[in-house]
């Protein structure tokens, strides 16, 4: 069973930092995992991914300012955020992509940690 837990999240000023760490048990080498944010009346965007062999993909809106790390051994992955502007502000989700087959994907996410960045 897939099980993600997302820390680090909070206030801060604009111009700020943040790390968002995420601890990921039962999942496989395979998965791709990354971040996404959803704000208030807002879908779920993608913020950034990670495949195990260090592949990275970004959003446009956060590409320079955010970095995205994985760690295979301890099965975390950081989201180091600089920058950070008030458009920022959403909850933050730790997120697990399982492809079953090169057309079929399985969603695992965490429980979301608040970011709010002030202006």
């Known amino acids: 069973q897939v099980q993600l837990v997302e820390s680090g999240g909070g206030l801060v000023q604009a111009g700020g930092s943040l790390r968002l760490s995420c601890a990921a048990s039962?999942?496989?080498?395979?998965?791709?995992m990354g971040w996404y944010r959803q704000a208030p009346g807002q879908q779920r965007d993608l913020v950034a991914t990670v495949t195990s062999g260090g592949n990275t993909n970004y959003a446009d809106s956060v590409k320079g300012r955010f970095t995205i790390s994985r760690d295979n051994a301890k099965n975390t992955v950081d989201l180091r955020m600089n920058i950070l502007k008030p458009e920022d502000t959403a909850v933050y989700y730790c997120?697990?992509?399982?492809?079953?087959?090169?057309?079929?994907?399985?969603?695992?996410w965490g429980q979301g940690t608040q970011v709010t960045v002030s202006s």
């Open positions: 997120n697990a992509k399982r492809y079953t087959s090169p057309w079929s994907v399985y969603d695992y």
């Open positions: 039962g999942i496989f080498s395979t998965d791709v």
